[in-house]
C-alpha cells in the first residue's frame, strides 16, 4: 500500500515552467495550478470538490502540498 501512495505524490511536488502557465506554480505532472485548490478552498469548497474537478491531482498529492504551505506558514511565524 506505501507503494501506491508514494506513486501518488511526485517529488518535486510543485513544479514552475515559463511554459506552463506562464511559470505559474502547479502541481508537479500536472497543468493544475497550487492557487486552485487554495481558491477552491477559500470559497468554502471541500478537497472532495477540488478533486472530482481536477482527476489529475491524487488525494495524496493534494494534502501533501496542504502540508507543504503548512509547514512553510509555521516556520515563519513569530511569537507574539
Do not use: C, W
Request: overall charge negative.
Amino acid at each position: 500500500m506505501q507503494e501506491d501512495t508514494e506513486m501518488s505524490v511526485p517529488d518535486p511536488l510543485i513544479t514552475t515552467s515559463p511554459n506552463r502557465l506562464s511559470g505559474t506554480p502547479v502541481f508537479a505532472g500536472t497543468r493544475v495550478s497550487v492557487q486552485t485548490l487554495i481558491d477552491y478552498l477559500e470559497a468554502g469548497d471541500s478537497l472532495d470538490d477540488f478533486l472530482v474537478d481536477f482527476p489529475s491531482v491524487s488525494r495524496e498529492h493534494a494534502i501533501a502540498v496542504l502540508e507543504l504551505a503548512k509547514s512553510a506558514l509555521l516556520a515563519k511565524a513569530v511569537a507574539a
